[in-house]
């Protein structure tokens, strides 16, 4: 008995640090509409902050809640930069660029906190005074996880009286609901967004600060709360408070209970969790059907033609001197136009999702992935030949598209991005953990192409060949009848239920076959290196796609193609630099500032329209914004 | 009160308003009319500074607005009804109305949630009921009074008909001639002529973003040509 | 109207009996009862919150009745998904337009006649041009054939309800709900989009309901009228009945200061 009871209370201890962190994702996300990804890495530089201040304030019990909560404040002040600098800019943007602004601030975060803490894990500091243990029914417990558990329920209370007793806390509940609205009645906005981007930050940190004397600073906190997060404001309902903490202790006493039957099995017992109760209620525990935020907005709606005469002149010289190229080049820049191939099929299978689809994934590297370790398993431990892996390998993508999508696709809009973010990590985790099977970090090696497709131009052209036939068959079901329903769900999902499409079923469909194609990209790299590693599931793989989309453009088809070479030259004009990610990050970020309407649409704008590389549209190139037909 | 001269609005690359003009004077009620997409309501948001302006003139009070953000238009004391009503579905009644609230501001009258529910008595019963229970007519009740808490000079209410019963259009009727009985001027755009003709002084007809035709209501009411050119009465 | 009069004599295609829907402990809809036939024009008028939209919803399946059958030429609807009943021949205009604005008018309507045929799940066949002919037919009968190949964002309002018109006619449908057809028109506008979808109704025998704020179209243009109030019928009858009832003046009509053709304002 007295076991249970103490498991219990390790449990909600530890739901208070996670608590903090999801209440402030959601109140953020409340106010501004902005799913801040940069909130995982608000609260690992609590945890820094947090280790610094505290050795830096002696001892004393009264030093190290001071420590935690200028830890806290100075986490808000770094909201304050991001929000003041970057956000305040992008609010009229498409969601889809303030998200990618976000994670550009979560690589210059981390490469900042690399360079001044180190690679080490820093291990957290006791909390003086409550460092010892009490004795509940006999079972020892520590008498800091006592004070963890009372600072979740003060803050959810603070919370409460801050919404509904001050006439800011309404204001920013009215904000909330039409933020316009309320600037409309005299408020500034503008303070308003600020304040609570602070104060969401400022809760992200004292989260990361309150868990060090139970964990440690570390650099992967940043990617692994923030699937956390997701889960539980998808599970506790977005814009809940309440929610947030119920679910935060939900899934906290599922880890803390799941360790004692089956240690290996925790995220897979999060899984079902989030997958019953989404069936249950899909809007979350304590969620209210969203009216707002139903669709992730990528930018302007624009006709969607076929190709132009002067394209298909244009793709045809492409490929011809992409097939001529073994005879032009050198192997280096065979196998860096090979990588080009590989990346430009992932990033048109993401493209589908979000163009066609509308469906924006920030976890579509699961099924690049999962095509990767798909092919490297079997080959692995089934020693199947290389035709076959190849072969077989975007139908573990698939398969694995299939199970993730069959949750995701009951959200729409950004809860939708979120869950396959979380999903994507679950899956990260569990190739990382799982070192038994995947051999964890250190990758699986050996998996070579067959000896007639070793050579480097041949498997150039192996690869051509897959990436260019998958590339066709993508562009060929956007302009197939399913390609058309797809778009019709994304359009107008009110109109496309009324002539009879099934959504959900399209969309599930339209994710499994993304998956399939992500996956065989997956496979061609996996041959193409020899190896594979966890990163290639990771959350930031799942960046590079995206970002590959965003250079090349939303609107234009051909856009991941053009993305996919621009990112690689990016890429490795950055890579030679140790601090790569931060500048990265930066160049990320002042893209999106300079270009707030998208990339590839400024380009295509001002070269596209010279060139003819689309059927010309003549006046029917824009449709008017929506809002205007009501207008 | 208000006058605007030339203005040229867009939204995104669209060209909605060209060479818009008119004027407000204290304690008239002026109608913008026209059919759906002619540009009412873009009118009204490009004097509050929520659509984009290019060109012209926005003076309120005889100080130019053009170009500033929503909330200081607002603080000028430029009261703004949306269509579609907006009101906050989440708070109560009396948590909209205080949303609303602006300090007390020389030359007009402070109103206090008290005043609003003497002026509305079914707000008084539901004041603390969350706005989105509230039936359309009392969603359009609420969101005047939520205005009216910002002890506005001159109000700019967009299409407050649209969509309601004609019982309670004869209800807001009554509201709109008790504005006007208070000496705050109101900009009003609306498709229903009825509703126009009852409360109006003068008229403006808008169409594809031009002003058309500008004149007393009850010129434009003998004016068959004008209404059918431009309204498709 | 007397065309319209023998027709109200025909088989009713939709059939609603004992309709009632409560959300919360609030009763929305209360036993509506009440029948369409084929070629009919039947208008749902009542206050805002009077349940208007909770009935059409509950007939299009979006939202299940907690008591109550809807009847479509005898078939029980209850139970079924907006698909099937989609599929079964009811078809829905909205208040608020709903089309598909990356796409044209043609395909608009294109997208329809797809569905109807189960061709959403083909990945490899073209759906560039796919059912055109039956598609322009389609706009052919809504006066926007000329429009056929324009971008449906750009579109003017009374247009894009033409097309919704063709959109919903697009699957032969036997009932057609429209939702406040003609809000946000100008009074010349709503006059021709009412006129043709009664023309269309009558002469496809179509059974059309429709809400609608506009009584100078309601009074004109239904063969007959319903009146809903907090969720139950209070007044069925012809345009002269209504109003003329005591009821619906009181609850909903009022002095009839802004409606009414033969009557100018401030006479």
Same mark, same amino acid.
């Given at each position: 008995?007295?076991?249970?009871?103490?498991?219990?209370?390790?449990?909600?201890?530890?739901?208070s640090a996670?608590?903090?962190?999801?209440?402030?994702?959601?109140?953020?996300?409340?106010?501004?509409?902005?799913?801040n990804?940069a909130?995982?890495?608000?609260?690992?530089?609590?945890?820094?902050?947090?280790?610094s201040?505290?050795?830096?304030?002696?001892?004393?019990?009264?030093?190290?809640?001071? &420590?935690l909560?200028?830890?806290?404040?100075?986490?808000?002040?770094?909201?304050?930069?991001?929000?003041?600098?970057? !956000?305040?800019?992008?609010?009229?943007?498409?969601?889809?660029?303030q998200l990618i602004?976000t994670?550009?601030?979560?690589?210059?975060?981390?490469?900042?906190?690399?360079?001044y803490?180190?690679?080490?894990?820093?291990?957290?500091?006791?909390?003086p005074?409550?460092?010892?243990?009490?004795r509940?029914?006999? =079972? *020892?417990?520590?008498?800091?996880?006592?004070?963890?558990?009372?600072?979740?329920?003060?803050?959810?209370?603070? !919370?409460?009286?801050?919404?509904?007793?001050t006439?800011?806390?309404?204001?920013v509940?009215a904000?909330?609901?039409d933020?316009e609205?309320?600037?409309?009645?005299?408020?500034?906005?503008?303070?308003?967004f600020?304040?609570v981007?602070?104060?969401?930050s400022?809760?992200?940190?004292l989260?990361?600060?309150?868990?060090? *004397?139970?964990?440690?600073?570390?650099?992967?906190?940043?990617?692994?709360?923030?699937?956390?997060?997701?889960?539980?404001?998808?599970?506790?309902?977005?814009?809940?408070i309440f929610?947030?903490?119920?679910?935060?202790?939900?899934?906290?006493?599922?880890?803390?209970?799941?360790?004692?039957?089956?240690?290996n099995?925790?995220?897979?017992?999060?899984?079902?969790?989030m997958?019953v109760?989404?069936?249950?209620?899909?809007?979350?525990?304590?969620?209210?059907?969203?009216?707002?935020?139903?669709?992730t907005?990528?930018?302007?709606v624009?006709? =969607?033609?076929p190709?132009?005469?002067h394209?298909?002149?244009?793709?045809?010289?492409?490929?011809?001197?992409?097939a001529?190229?073994?005879?032009?080049?050198?192997?280096?820049?065979?196998?860096?136009v090979?990588?080009?191939?590989? !990346?430009?099929?992932?990033?048109?299978s993401?493209h589908?999702?979000?163009s066609?689809?509308?469906?924006v994934?920030f976890?579509?590297?699961?099924f690049?992935?999962?095509?990767?370790?798909?092919?490297a398993?079997?080959?692995?431990?089934?020693?199947?030949?290389?035709?076959?892996?190849?072969?077989?390998a975007?139908?573990?993508?698939?398969?694995?598209a299939l199970?993730?999508?069959?949750?995701?696709?009951?959200?729409?809009?950004?809860?939708f991005?979120?869950?396959?973010?979380?999903?994507a990590?679950?899956a990260?985790?569990?190739?990382?953990?799982?070192?038994?099977?995947?051999?964890?970090?250190?990758g699986?090696?050996?998996?070579?192409?067959?000896?007639?497709?070793?050579?480097? &131009?041949?498997?150039?052209?192996?690869?051509?060949?897959?990436?260019? &036939?998958g590339?066709?068959?993508?562009?060929?079901?956007?302009f197939?009848?399913?390609?058309?329903g797809?778009?019709?769900?994304r359009?107008?999902?009110?109109?496309a239920a009324a002539?009879?499409?099934?959504?959900?079923?399209?969309?599930?469909?339209?994710?499994?076959?993304?998956?399939v194609m992500?996956?065989?990209?997956?496979?061609?790299?996996?041959?193409?290196?020899?190896?594979?590693f966890?990163?290639e599931?990771s959350?930031?793989?799942s960046?590079?796609?995206?970002?590959m989309?965003?250079?090349?453009?939303?609107?234009?088809?051909?856009? *991941?193609?053009?993305?996919?070479?621009?990112?690689?030259?990016?890429?490795?004009?950055?890579?030679?630099?140790?601090?790569?990610r931060?500048?990265?990050g930066?160049?990320?970020?002042?893209?999106?500032?300079?270009?707030?309407?998208?990339?590839?649409?400024?380009a295509?704008?001002?070269v596209?329209?010279?060139?003819?590389?689309?059927?010309?549209?003549?006046?029917l190139?824009?449709?008017?914004?929506k809002?205007e037909?009501r207008? | 009160m208000?006058?605007?001269?030339?203005?040229?609005?867009?939204?995104?690359?669209?060209h909605?308003?060209?060479?818009?003009?008119?004027?407000?004077?204290?304690?008239?009620i002026?109608?913008?009319?026209?059919?759906?997409?002619a540009?009412?309501?873009?009118t009204?948001?490009?004097?509050?500074?929520?659509?984009?302006?290019?060109?012209?003139?926005?003076?309120?009070?005889?100080?130019?607005?053009?170009?500033?953000?929503?909330?200081?238009?607002?603080?000028?004391?430029?009261?703004?009804?949306?269509?579609?009503?907006?009101?906050?579905?989440?708070?109560s009644?009396?948590?909209?109305?205080d949303?609303?609230?602006?300090?007390a501001?020389?030359?007009t009258?402070?109103?206090?949630?008290?005043?609003?529910?003497?002026?509305f008595?079914?707000?008084?019963?539901?004041?603390h009921?969350?706005?989105?229970t509230?039936?359309?007519?009392?969603?359009?009740?609420?969101?005047?009074?939520?205005?009216?808490?910002?002890?506005?000079?001159?109000?700019?209410?967009?299409?407050?008909?649209?969509?309601?019963?004609?019982?309670?259009?004869?209800?807001?009727i009554?509201?709109?001639?008790?504005?006007?009985?208070?000496g705050?001027p109101?900009?009003?755009?609306?498709?229903?002529l009825?509703?126009?003709?009852?409360?109006?002084?003068?008229?403006?007809v808008?169409?594809?973003?031009?002003?058309?035709?500008?004149?007393?209501?009850?010129?434009?009411?003998?004016?068959?040509?004008v209404?059918?050119q431009?309204?498709?009465? | 109207?007397?065309?319209?009069e023998?027709?109200?004599?025909?088989?009713?295609?939709?059939?609603?009996?004992?309709?009632?829907?409560?959300?919360?402990?609030?009763?929305?809809?209360?036993?509506v009862?009440?029948?369409?036939?084929?070629?009919?024009?039947?208008a749902?008028?009542?206050?805002?919150g009077?349940?208007?939209?909770?009935?059409?919803n509950m007939l299009?399946g979006?939202?299940?009745p907690?008591?109550?059958?809807?009847?479509?030429?005898g078939?029980?609807?209850?139970?079924r998904?907006?698909?099937?009943?989609?599929?079964?021949?009811v078809g829905?205009?909205?208040?608020?337009?709903?089309t598909?604005?990356?796409?044209?008018?043609?395909?608009?309507?294109?997208?329809?006649?797809m569905?109807?045929?189960?061709?959403?799940?083909?990945?490899t066949?073209?759906?560039?041009?796919?059912?055109r002919?039956?598609?322009?037919?389609?706009?052919?009968?809504?006066?926007?054939?000329?429009?056929?190949?324009?971008?449906?964002?750009?579109?003017?309002?009374?247009?894009?309800?033409?097309?919704?018109?063709?959109?919903?006619?697009?699957?032969?449908p036997?009932?057609?709900?429209?939702?406040?057809?003609?809000?946000?028109?100008?009074?010349?506008?709503?006059?021709?989009?009412?006129?043709?979808a009664?023309?269309?109704a009558?002469?496809?025998?179509?059974?059309?309901?429709?809400?609608?704020?506009?009584?100078?179209i309601v009074f004109?243009?239904?063969?007959?009228?319903?009146?809903?109030?907090?969720g139950?019928?209070?007044a069925?009858?012809?345009?002269?009945?209504i109003?003329?009832?005591?009821?619906?003046l009181?609850?909903?009509?009022?002095?009839?200061?802004?409606?009414?053709?033969?009557?100018?304002?401030?006479?």
């Amino acid at each position: 008995m007295g076991v249970y009871l103490a498991q219990f209370l390790s449990g909600l201890a530890s739901a208070s640090a996670l608590f903090l962190a999801a209440s402030g994702l959601s109140i953020i996300f409340g106010v501004t509409r902005v799913v801040n990804f940069a909130h995982g890495s608000f609260y690992m530089l609590g945890a820094y902050f947090g280790y610094s201040l505290v050795r830096n304030l002696g001892g004393g019990a009264l030093g190290f809640w001071v &420590a935690l909560l200028i830890a806290s404040i100075a986490v808000g002040l770094v909201g304050l930069l991001v929000e003041v600098i970057i !956000l305040r800019r992008l609010y009229k943007a498409p969601e889809l660029f303030q998200l990618i602004a976000t994670f550009g601030v979560i690589l210059v975060i981390q490469d900042v906190v690399f360079w001044y803490w180190g690679a080490e894990n820093l291990l957290g500091p006791r909390a003086p005074g409550l460092s010892g243990i009490v004795r509940i029914f006999d =079972v *020892p417990m520590p008498v800091y996880d006592l004070a963890l558990i009372a600072i979740g329920p003060l803050v959810l209370l603070g !919370l409460w009286l801050l919404f509904n007793r001050t006439r800011w806390g309404v204001l920013v509940r009215a904000a909330t609901e039409d933020r316009e609205m309320v600037g409309a009645l005299g408020v500034n906005q503008s303070l308003l967004f600020t304040g609570v981007f602070v104060l969401g930050s400022a809760l992200a940190g004292l989260g990361g600060a309150i868990q060090l *004397p139970k964990g440690d600073a570390n650099l992967l906190m940043d990617f692994g709360i923030l699937a956390e997060v997701f889960v539980v404001t998808v599970v506790g309902g977005m814009g809940s408070i309440f929610g947030a903490f119920l679910a935060a202790v939900l899934i906290s006493e599922l880890n803390t209970f799941g360790i004692l039957v089956w240690p290996n099995g925790t995220l897979v017992l999060m899984f079902i969790l989030m997958a019953v109760i989404l069936i249950v209620r899909p809007t979350g525990l304590l969620g209210r059907p969203e009216t707002i935020g139903q669709k992730t907005e990528t930018g302007p709606v624009e006709v =969607v033609l076929p190709a132009g005469p002067h394209y298909k002149i244009f793709v045809a010289v492409v490929i011809a001197l992409l097939a001529l190229l073994p005879l032009l080049v050198d192997d280096f820049i065979l196998v860096l136009v090979t990588d080009i191939l590989v !990346l430009a099929l992932f990033a048109t299978s993401l493209h589908f999702l979000m163009s066609t689809g509308g469906l924006v994934s920030f976890g579509h590297a699961a099924f690049y992935g999962g095509g990767a370790y798909a092919a490297a398993l079997l080959v692995t431990y089934a020693a199947t030949p290389f035709e076959l892996a190849l072969l077989l390998a975007p139908f573990g993508a698939g398969l694995l598209a299939l199970v993730i999508g069959w949750f995701c696709v009951r959200l729409s809009g950004v809860y939708f991005a979120m869950l396959t973010l979380a999903f994507a990590q679950v899956a990260w985790s569990v190739v990382f953990q799982w070192s038994d099977v995947t051999n964890g970090d250190d990758g699986l090696l050996g998996i070579w192409p067959a000896a007639w497709a070793s050579g480097t &131009a041949t498997y150039y052209y192996v690869a051509f060949v897959v990436a260019a &036939a998958g590339i066709f068959l993508i562009r060929r079901v956007v302009f197939a009848p399913f390609g058309y329903g797809l778009r019709a769900t994304r359009d107008s999902s009110l109109r496309a239920a009324a002539i009879g499409i099934d959504i959900k079923r399209q969309q599930l469909a339209a994710f499994v076959f993304a998956g399939v194609m992500a996956g065989l990209a997956g496979g061609l790299f996996a041959f193409s290196k020899g190896s594979v590693f966890p990163d290639e599931m990771s959350i930031p793989r799942s960046f590079d796609a995206l970002l590959m989309v965003l250079l090349g453009g939303i609107e234009s088809l051909s856009g *991941p193609v053009v993305g996919a070479a621009a990112f690689t030259w990016l890429h490795d004009e950055l890579i030679t630099f140790e601090y790569w990610r931060l500048l990265l990050g930066v160049v990320i970020v002042a893209l999106v500032l300079l270009f707030p309407q998208g990339l590839g649409g400024a380009a295509r704008h001002h070269v596209g329209r010279y060139l003819k590389l689309e059927a010309s549209p003549g006046d029917l190139r824009s449709a008017t914004p929506k809002r205007e037909q009501r207008a | 009160m208000l006058e605007i001269r030339g203005i040229h609005s867009y939204y995104g690359q669209a060209h909605i308003l060209t060479d818009v003009s008119l004027t407000l004077s204290k304690g008239e009620i002026v109608v913008l009319l026209g059919r759906n997409g002619a540009g009412k309501s873009t009118t009204i948001k490009s004097i509050m500074g929520m659509v984009r302006v290019t060109e012209g003139s926005i003076a309120y009070d005889g100080e130019e607005v053009l170009g500033e953000p929503a909330n200081r238009i607002a603080r000028r004391g430029l009261g703004y009804v949306p269509e579609e009503r907006r009101i906050f579905t989440r708070l109560s009644v009396q948590e909209n109305l205080d949303c609303g609230r602006q300090p007390a501001r020389e030359g007009t009258r402070n109103w206090t949630a008290d005043d609003m529910f003497d002026l509305f008595p079914n707000l008084a019963e539901a004041r603390h009921r969350p706005g989105g229970t509230l039936s359309g007519g009392e969603q359009q009740m609420l969101t005047i009074a939520r205005t009216l808490m910002g002890n506005p000079g001159c109000i700019l209410l967009d299409e407050p008909s649209e969509g309601l019963a004609p019982v309670v259009v004869e209800q807001i009727i009554k509201v709109v001639k008790e504005i006007k009985a208070q000496g705050i001027p109101v900009l009003l755009s609306e498709q229903n002529l009825y509703f126009a003709g009852l409360v109006s002084d003068r008229a403006y007809v808008i169409e594809t973003g031009h002003i058309r035709y500008e004149g007393s209501m009850r010129e434009l009411e003998e004016n068959d040509e004008v209404r059918q050119q431009y309204l498709a009465v | 109207m007397s065309f319209a009069e023998a027709r109200t004599a025909g088989s009713p295609a939709l059939s609603v009996s004992g309709l009632s829907k409560a959300f919360g402990g609030v009763q929305a809809v209360k036993d509506v009862d009440f029948q369409v036939a084929e070629g009919e024009l039947l208008a749902l008028i009542g206050p805002n919150g009077a349940g208007k939209s909770t009935c059409f919803n509950m007939l299009n399946g979006q939202i299940r009745p907690d008591r109550g059958s809807v009847k479509l030429s005898g078939e029980e609807l209850v139970g079924r998904s907006p698909a099937q009943i989609w599929r079964r021949g009811v078809g829905r205009t909205f208040q608020i337009t709903a089309t598909f604005p990356s796409m044209t008018v043609a395909e608009n309507v294109a997208m329809v006649l797809m569905s109807q045929a189960r061709e959403l799940f083909s990945f490899t066949r073209s759906a560039v041009n796919r059912h055109r002919a039956k598609a322009l037919q389609l706009l052919d009968m809504v006066g926007m054939a000329g429009q056929a190949d324009r971008p449906c964002g750009v579109l003017a309002y009374g247009d894009l309800k033409r097309v919704e018109l063709a959109v919903a006619l697009g699957n032969e449908p036997r009932v057609l709900l429209m939702d406040e057809p003609t809000a946000g028109m100008a009074p010349r506008e709503r006059v021709e989009l009412m006129g043709l979808a009664a023309r269309l109704a009558h002469e496809l025998d179509v059974a059309v309901l429709f809400t609608e704020h506009d009584m100078d179209i309601v009074f004109s243009h239904a063969d007959r009228i319903i009146v809903l109030s907090r969720g139950e019928l209070i007044a069925e009858g012809d345009a002269e009945q209504i109003r003329s009832d005591p009821l619906v003046l009181k609850t909903y009509l009022g002095e009839g200061q802004v409606y009414g053709q033969d009557k100018k304002p401030k006479d």
